[in-house]
């Protein structure tokens, strides 16, 4: 993709970079494409009312490993897939990153890119900036989606989840397993290490009853990351929670089964349409 300013990336595809101190995050951009956009008059992208989906990818990966979800999701919104410093292409900071710095580089970003309201996707260790990020920018994030939320109160070490994501990784798809290779290389152990001591000391559970949006955690009926117990927890948790399992699916639900994450995303932003109007009249 090539590079776009930031007043043309409010409605177009390609790129768009905000510095965050000394590093850097990055956002994907996917134009609004309408599964019947050939039966159907052309609109201006100013004209189109549709909702602005914006994904945040867990640690040592990038945006790549959200790409299928998100050609799904462009069907019915704007996508903007997220590269966090020291991810993807961006620069890697001299120190760490807390979920809060990571939120606020979001924040600026998206701001940057016109984006007034969003619906905000995490994965994983992601979905601590997630939310962060609605937490810090409740007129911003209208409802948050927690896709194989980590890392669960009782197995918040960096031994246990290391050995947990090993077996993960052995049911995942080889493309997934060669996309996760690659992204942790770029990333190198020196960062990896600092985002994972900075996930382990994230209290998701004690955050996440804070929140006024909706929110749906949903997971993969097999995912070892993220277990069933831990996961219902926080549904039940949040204020406005609720809980969605994909069958047969793993950590990475999101890439293995779109589809059917996507169909699901959808069912959740329909039923909880009446907290936007509620928003729009307080």
């Not at 939120?103 to 016109?114: F, H, K, M, N, P």
């Not at 409740?138 to 948050?144: F, G, I, K, N, Y």
Request: contains cysteine; charged residues 20%; positive net charge.
């Amino acid at each position: 993709m090539s590079e776009t300013t930031a007043s043309s990336a409010k409605h177009a595809g390609g790129r768009a970079s905000l510095a965050a101190g000394d590093g850097q995050s990055r956002a994907h951009l996917i134009p609004y494409r309408p599964a019947d956009a050939a039966a159907s008059p052309p609109v201006a992208p100013e004209m189109q009312s549709v909702p602005v989906v914006v994904l945040i990818h867990g640690i040592g990966m990038s945006h790549r490993y959200f790409q299928r979800l998100g050609d799904q999701l462009s069907a019915h919104g704007r996508v903007v897939l997220l590269d966090l410093s020291g991810s993807g292409s961006t620069k890697t900071p001299t120190a760490g990153m807390t979920n809060a710095a990571k939120a606020e580089s979001v924040g600026a970003l998206l701001d940057e890119i016109g984006v007034a309201s969003c619906v905000v996707i995490g994965h994983s260790m992601g979905v601590q900036s997630a939310t962060e990020l609605a937490l810090r920018h409740p007129d911003l994030v209208s409802r948050l989606v927690l896709i194989g939320a980590a890392v669960g109160a009782r197995r918040r070490t960096i031994a246990n989840q290391t050995s947990t994501l090993a077996a993960n990784n052995f049911l995942e798809r080889p493309l997934l397993n060669f996309i996760q290779f690659t992204d942790v290389l770029r990333c190198g152990p020196r960062w990896n290490s600092a985002e994972r001591e900075v996930a382990m000391a994230h209290p998701l559970e004690q955050r996440l009853p804070v929140l006024k949006q909706p929110v749906l955690v949903l997971r993969g009926s097999r995912d070892l990351v993220a277990g069933s117990t831990w996961s219902r927890a926080l549904a039940e948790t949040a204020r406005n929670g609720e809980l969605a399992e994909i069958g047969g699916a793993n950590h990475s639900v999101h890439h293995s089964a779109s589809e059917a994450v996507t169909a699901r995303i959808l069912t959740f932003l329909t039923g909880t349409a009446h907290h936007l109007e509620e928003r729009r009249t307080a």
